[in-house]
DNA sequence: CGTGAAACTTTCTACTC
DNA sequence: GAGTAGAAAGTTTCACG
């Protein structure tokens, strides 16, 4: 399993996975070569699955965050795969749950403005039988991002 | 601005930051030395903001994901500034966001188990006062961690 | 912007204690 | 595990076309 330094190097290695292994291993007290052999070994046990570079999403011209509560009268396998598809195809369309109790559906969805936000909207309703559609804006982002907890059982 | 490889290249180190540049270069037809200068002005630029490992929630013990929809009778900065400061003490709570309508504020948890909510839960009435906390587990994740669309005006 | 080469940094991998 | 050292890989930068 995960020792101390296990969880920290995960730990740093989520906010910045471009630091060096001598500079991850004085932080952990070990040897950058036993620094290294460390990390490897999480990414051969899965813990670390990839690393990936985050993009400024003002810069990118998407400052807007919506969240979408959708509601369905179709509980099929079918309809289920439909809206996957769909999700897959709109790429302002980041993150999609199924949901337990009174939502059956939430979607994340970035934009480049508020207004934007019919443009998917009609997407949606086009390719897709939605019973319920109610759209939250973000209007201040207070966390994000954040880093796992790394101190479990 | 950007153009099409740019855009290109923000893509794929989205989904791998650590595509070697004679890859990346090779992908969108240039030079290794031009696609490397291309990638520190991405970054000089802010396009790029930081690089991060992403860690496997279910190998960590966390495979668990709920959003929380919250409703307050306090509308003032201090009550926004507590809220901030509880989100950042609780690594388990990993967004937050302050909402338009109907709901006030959105958060997303991550946790070992359903039943763990309510460590969370208790957490979050001791320290803030709360009018209506409404909880949703995610049953299915169909899309997350998507990259951002990059062909934007 | 491309090429080619050089300099540099960093990582990986024994081997030893 | 620590430490060292050598090898290897990759990146950046430069001069030049």
Chains 1, 2 share one sequence.
Not at 75 to 98: K, Y
Request: proline share 4%.
């Amino acid at each position: 399993m995960l020792d101390d330094r296990d969880r920290k190097l995960l730990s740093l290695l989520q906010q910045d996975a471009e630091t060096s292994v001598a500079q991850l291993a004085e932080a952990v007290n070990l040897s950058p070569s036993a620094c290294s052999r460390r990390i490897t070994r999480l990414r051969e046990e899965g813990y670390i699955l990839r690393t990936t570079a985050e993009v400024d999403r003002r810069r990118m011209g998407l400052p807007t965050t919506m969240f979408v509560l959708l509601r369905t009268s179709e509980h099929t396998a079918d309809w289920l795969e439909r809206l996957r598809a769909v999700a897959a195809d709109i790429p302002e369309i980041v993150e999609v749950h199924r949901l337990t109790g009174n939502f059956d559906y939430i979607l994340k969805i970035v934009l480049p403005n508020v207004e934007y936000y019919d443009v998917i909207y009609k997407q949606l309703v086009h390719r897709i039988r939605l019973h319920d559609v109610s759209a939250y804006i973000s209007m201040e982002t207070l966390k994000s991002d954040a880093p796992l907890p790394t101190h479990h059982a």
